[in-house]
């Protein structure tokens, strides 16, 4: 896990430079970190972008404690990860036994908080493995259907999929992974319907 550490020491300044005390943590991989605008676009939940590159939900297990757990009384929680254990080779299985860790560890620091795991999302670069992908989400909202009225599972995969039935090329950036702002901007209106409004 040592790669990790420039990022994460750079999610654990964010937290520490962080002006007020977080009540909507947002927690995962790149497509966390890298969203620019996300205390504009949240702005009033009170959001911190505890995001790191390249994380995968094991490094998010791994490094819960020092990235997350400093924060006392959040409201609300959001994950993104899971794509990249898929793109390292993983199996479906093992990413919902990856899960089923992270929501001991989140269960055992917040038993109360509000929980949201944003599906994977369907992306240009990954076509190759868009079968594991349906099937992970699958999994993990099934996971989700059996716990408490605390745990919720957001749908972005049907968002950014085209008539066509491939992801809309023009949500991402040029690499086909990454989200450009139209695609944010996305994220954002689903997130809001489906969780802060709630």
């Given at each position: 896990?040592q790669?990790y550490?420039?990022?994460?020491?750079?999610?654990?300044?964010e937290?520490?430079?962080?002006?007020?005390?977080?009540?909507?943590?947002?927690y995962?991989?790149?497509?966390?970190?890298l969203w620019d605008k996300?205390?504009?676009d949240?702005?009033g939940f009170k959001?911190?972008n505890?995001?790191?590159?390249g994380?995968?939900?094991?490094?998010c297990?791994?490094?819960?404690?020092?990235?997350?757990?400093?924060?006392?009384?959040?409201?609300?929680?959001?994950?993104?990860a899971?794509d990249?254990d898929?793109?390292?080779?993983?199996?479906?299985?093992e990413?919902?036994m990856?899960?089923r860790?992270f929501m001991v560890?989140?269960?055992?620091?917040?038993?109360?908080?509000?929980?949201?795991?944003?599906s994977?999302?369907?992306s240009?670069?990954?076509m190759?493995?868009i079968?594991k992908?349906i099937?992970?989400?699958?999994l993990?909202?099934?996971e989700?259907?059996?716990k408490g009225?605390?745990?919720?599972?957001?749908n972005?995969f049907?968002k950014?999929?085209?008539?066509d039935g491939?992801?809309?090329a023009?949500y991402?950036?040029?690499?086909?992974?990454?989200?450009?702002?139209?695609?944010y901007?996305?994220?954002r209106?689903?997130i809001?319907?489906e969780c802060?409004?709630?």
């Amino acid at each position: 896990m040592q790669w990790y550490e420039e990022d994460v020491e750079a999610a654990i300044g964010e937290r520490q430079s962080c002006i007020y005390d977080p009540k909507t943590i947002f927690y995962g991989s790149s497509t966390i970190r890298l969203w620019d605008k996300l205390y504009q676009d949240f702005e009033g939940f009170k959001p911190v972008n505890l995001g790191f590159g390249g994380s995968t939900l094991a490094a998010c297990v791994w490094f819960f404690e020092r990235i997350v757990s400093p924060v006392r009384h959040p409201d609300t929680f959001i994950l993104y990860a899971g794509d990249n254990d898929l793109g390292d080779g993983r199996h479906p299985e093992e990413v919902l036994m990856f899960f089923r860790e992270f929501m001991v560890k989140l269960r055992e620091r917040y038993p109360a908080v509000l929980f949201y795991y944003i599906s994977i999302k369907p992306s240009l670069s990954r076509m190759e493995i868009i079968d594991k992908i349906i099937h992970t989400n699958k999994l993990i909202e099934e996971e989700i259907s059996t716990k408490g009225n605390n745990d919720y599972f957001i749908n972005i995969f049907d968002k950014m999929i085209g008539k066509d039935g491939r992801p809309v090329a023009s949500y991402f950036q040029d690499d086909g992974l990454h989200l450009n702002r139209d695609g944010y901007i996305v994220w954002r209106e689903v997130i809001l319907n489906e969780c802060l409004l709630r």
